[in-house]
């Protein structure tokens, strides 16, 4: 259907959404770097002008609220400053109890001790998907006592904002299970607190702490799923990738009963109206980008014709501050029009930069050679991770690393470890859970994996013998239910297959950094964690083998339960020793030159650090040089300028890094030939004068 007969039919524009009163629950997502945060500001903004009282909380580790208003945010509604009724708050997917003080509370209700420290805070620490449920539950019981009219959720990239949306009923039936397992512990909790010399435990003190979940789990569920109280508005742009995890994600909001109505097209790169220049010169790069978004719009138009369509322009200028977003909140209103000037709608910025030549974009620093051929040269590093901020084109640099590997390598892998994944689609060749051979490669491989199910070969490491009692069963039932272990599992069945078809090199395409982070964090915990699990068999053996049978359980074994943790403590400490090793594990931080990327960066670096994980590689990608002829257009030279200015504060923070410069190109880099001949960039330092290889 063509753009005219869909503008006939639904309102291309967010209006819809301002209309129904009855919305209580705004989400806004998509693929990383489309505009998430630009567009649920700017909605929140317009909302405020007709509901009482509004709020936009972001829910992505990685925050970018603060940075968006220019002013700093917490895990408390603040008012906005310049609004009576907008309010905004950053929630992190932590405990809602701290450890300390969850172990107070448990002693005060008479479940202190080892045990209690055991089951109520260091367990707690390795269940981050329980421990984000919890917070939601929290939050959500928060924001239904501070009265707001209406919430706007700024959420993580497609991937992790489905799992975060799926995850309630997930968690209700696991507390079901831990339920179930308590009814089992009930009546042995007391005797062997005694025998062991700890307070008494009430198991009804346990089941309570449970019980409180799940109604709050239910009531998430129901409101969620209710389209008058909950929608969903899928933010994208128009390129290849960017369309494929939109579908996705409408698909399965739809599976999990979410309502989704409106898609926002964001970035798109309109005519200049006002510039004589670009009118009688044309800009080759933006003529280039305008062709690839017009095939996919078409795709758009065709694909979602009964869904609100709204069309948001690239501008030549950052939108930050609330002035910013205020006058960039008209274009959700009111339909662009390619006749029309993007920089009409952005009166106080429409000169920012514009009809000024800037300087080349070349930095001064050389100390460390521009590239990544110090990781290329490096024979020992076996684990190449590559994540960054959403948007960044870390696909496309991990998929250019892979290949320039793979010509002096034996045998190299590429996993995506993304929910999200991009892999398939940059080299345009289908890839599952197991390696399989690149089209064109004769020995570089790829695989998605799926960190979320336990494999079979997790199943067997946490069953256990076939024959083991019912108290042995029960363990290992206890030990699956913790959440992060399958991600755990799943990493060191990577390094268990690698190691058995003798790759020589693997690259990890990661999630975005916040859930990078989350990924890299789990193994620690959980060492540290099963470590203590295993502590306990030796405090409590001499006088647990009269507990199962008399509690018609079987006989108990230490050994039998420490062999399941036995399969599993070793592998995990593996991963840990490997990934803090400089010599085997390194990590390359992908950004652009954009303030949000920077400050994203910045945090990842630091994490990594405290993670001791090697970390001395910045690419800053689509950076826009004259590759095919002059940048004619103010858009062009505008954004060139911002450009500069954040590609001199990376090389002032980063002088001892390498840092790699990558432009932005005309075309999509799609297919095997495309990502080789992206992958020279890496190793070879830019030259403007040079076309692409």
Request: glycine share 6%; charged share 20%.
């Amino acid at each position: 259907m063509a753009s005219e007969d869909l503008d006939d039919v639904l309102e291309p524009s967010l209006q819809n959404i301002l209309d129904q009163d009855s919305l209580k629950w705004i989400f806004v997502g998509g693929k990383g770097g489309v505009g998430k945060t630009t567009c649920s500001c700017s909605l929140a903004i317009r909302l405020a002008e007709v509901r009482e009282k509004v709020l936009i909380l972001s829910t992505d580790p990685a925050h970018n609220l603060s940075d968006a208003f220019k002013q700093k945010f917490g895990s408390d509604p603040l008012l906005v400053e310049g609004h009576k009724n907008l309010y905004a708050m950053e929630i992190d997917p932590v405990p809602v109890v701290e450890k300390d003080k969850l172990e107070e509370l448990l002693a005060r209700d008479g479940i202190g001790g080892g045990l209690g420290s055991l089951f109520g805070g260091d367990i707690m620490k390795t269940f981050p998907d329980l421990q984000e449920v919890i917070s939601l539950t929290g939050i959500f019981k928060k924001l239904k006592g501070l009265d707001f009219s209406v919430v706007v959720f700024d959420t993580a990239p497609t991937g992790h904002t489905l799992r975060l949306l799926s995850m309630p009923p997930e968690v209700e039936r696991g507390l079901g299970n831990l339920m179930a397992m308590k009814d089992n512990f009930a009546g042995m909790l007391g005797p062997l607190s005694g025998i062991m010399g700890l307070p008494a435990i009430d198991s009804n003190v346990i089941s309570s702490r449970l019980a409180d979940v799940v109604p709050a789990l239910r009531d998430i569920n129901i409101e969620f799923k209710n389209p008058d109280s909950t929608t969903f508005v899928c933010v994208c742009i128009a390129e290849m990738l960017s369309l494929y995890e939109t579908e996705r994600l409408i698909q399965e909001l739809t599976r999990i009963d979410i309502d989704t109505q409106n898609i926002v097209v964001n970035q798109l790169v309109y005519p200049l109206a006002s510039t004589a220049e670009a009118k009688a010169n044309g800009c080759k790069m933006c003529t280039a980008r305008r062709n690839i978004q017009k095939k996919y719009l078409d795709q758009i138009d065709d694909m979602y014709e009964d869904f609100h369509v709204t069309k948001l322009p690239l501008l030549p200028n950052e939108v930050r501050g609330l002035e910013d977003l205020t006058d960039f909140s008209t274009n959700l209103i009111r339909p662009i029009s390619p006749s029309v000037c993007p920089q009409d709608r952005m009166p106080h910025e429409c000169a920012a930069g514009v009809n000024v030549a800037p300087p080349p974009l070349e930095s001064s620093v050389d100390d460390l050679d521009p590239s990544l051929l110090n990781i290329v040269e490096q024979q020992s590093l076996k684990w190449i991770f590559v994540s960054g901020k959403g948007g960044v084109g870390k696909t496309t640099c991990s998929s250019a690393l892979a290949v320039q590997l793979s010509n002096v390598r034996e045998k190299v892998l590429i996993i995506s470890t993304d929910p999200a994944h991009n892999l398939s689609d940059a080299f345009n060749q289908k890839f599952g859970s197991e390696p399989h051979l690149v089209t064109g490669f004769r020995n570089l491989y790829g695989m998605e994996l799926d960190l979320a199910p336990i494999s079979e070969a997790q199943d067997d490491v946490l069953a256990g013998d076939e024959d083991d009692s019912g108290l042995i069963s029960l363990v290992s039932d206890f030990v699956k239910s913790f959440p992060g272990i399958t991600e755990a599992l799943a990493l060191a069945e990577v390094l268990r297959m690698v190691q058995v078809l003798d790759f020589s090199a693997v690259v990890f395409d990661t999630a975005p950094t916040g859930h990078t982070l989350r990924l890299l964090s789990i193994p620690l915990a959980m060492e540290e964690t099963l470590g203590k699990v295993m502590g306990m068999k030796d405090s409590f053996s001499s006088m647990m083998s009269g507990v199962g049978s008399m509690f018609g359980m079987g006989d108990y074994s230490p050994d039998a339960i420490s062999s399941n943790l036995d399969g599993i403590l070793p592998a995990i400490k593996d991963i840990n020793k490997q990934f803090q090793d400089p010599t085997k594990t390194t990590f390359v931080c992908v950004c652009i030159a954009e303030f949000l990327s920077l400050f994203e960066t910045e945090r990842l670096v630091q994490e990594l650090t405290r993670y001791r994980i090697n970390a001395r590689n910045i690419v800053v990608n689509q950076l826009l040089y004259p590759l095919h002829g002059p940048l004619n257009c103010d858009m062009c030279k505008a954004r060139r300028s911002i450009q500069r200015k954040y590609l001199e504060q990376i090389t002032e923070l980063y002088e001892d890094f390498h840092i790699v410069k990558m432009p932005l190109l005309p075309e999509e880099i799609r297919g095997s030939q495309a990502v080789a001949q992206f992958s020279s960039r890496l190793i070879n330092p830019y030259d403007p004068s040079c076309p692409v290889a």
